[in-house]
């Protein structure tokens, strides 16, 4: 079965400078995507970035990018530059099976200080 | 380009009522995904639907719960004779056709309290 670990419940940062969300991930498929999504207190769910696990490039998006490590199954998210409006949950997911249903970690709270 | 919208967004029922959740998909998309959140934690995966099927409903509770994605119209999560427990926020999340990885966006949730 899928599994998504996201060990730091929660993190600060300094406005303007970077951050790392953990994450790795249990799968048993050759074939798979990584997602972060990003939840604000208004609760809604914003995709991030994505990860194909034979994108041979981490992936990149503006601010946001993925630092991904296949032998050790890590699929880390890195902020830069951050921003106050960056202060949200974090939540990781893998793309499962052949229904492709998201399965989600436990979600990272990040705060960033100014 | 209209996001996935759902409605209502906040929903109040009462022990043993029925609660009705609609999504409407990203123009284009034909995958539509339902996901509960309990409050702290993260979704969960309750059914994926194409067009009239119902692809993988692994996630739904065997009774109460059903959800319909018909020809015409929005995604239909249906809660019957509602239970304190199904307070939670439900996203509808939509995909376009292709491979299994293509990225979800979610709409803005339909937050449920059941007094």
């Known amino acids: 079965a899928q599994k998504i670990t996201q060990t730091q419940p929660g993190m600060f940062v300094q406005e303007k400078e970077a951050v790392t969300l953990d994450c790795t991930y249990d799968?048993?498929?050759?074939?798979?995507?990584l997602f972060w999504y990003k939840q604000p207190s208004s609760g809604e769910m914003i995709f991030l970035i994505y990860q194909g696990s034979y994108d041979e490039q981490n992936a990149t998006e503006g601010r946001y990018s993925l630092n991904f490590q296949k032998a050790r199954k890590s699929a880390n998210l890195v902020i830069s530059a951050s921003q106050l409006g960056d202060s949200a949950m974090y939540f990781c997911a893998i793309a499962s099976g052949n229904t492709g249903k998201l399965i989600f970690g436990q979600g990272t709270t990040l705060q960033v200080k100014p | 380009n209209a996001g996935v919208m759902q409605n209502p967004r906040h929903l109040v029922r009462r022990r043993g009522q029925e609660a009705r959740l609609r999504c409407s998909p990203m123009k284009g998309h034909s995958h539509v995904y339902w996901y509960r959140q309990l409050p702290e934690e993260g979704l969960k995966f309750m059914v994926y639907l194409q067009k009239e099927n119902i692809i993988d409903e692994s996630g739904m509770p065997k009774e109460r719960f059903s959800a319909e994605f018909p020809k015409e119209g929005p995604s239909i999560l249906r809660i019957q004779q509602v239970v304190r427990g199904d307070s939670a926020a439900y996203f509808c999340?939509?995909?376009?056709?292709?491979?299994?990885?293509?990225?979800?966006?979610f709409g803005p949730g339909t937050r449920l309290l059941v007094l």
């Open positions: 999340a939509s995909s376009p056709p292709g491979t299994r990885q293509e990225t979800q966006y």
């Open positions: 799968t048993s498929d050759q074939s798979y995507g």
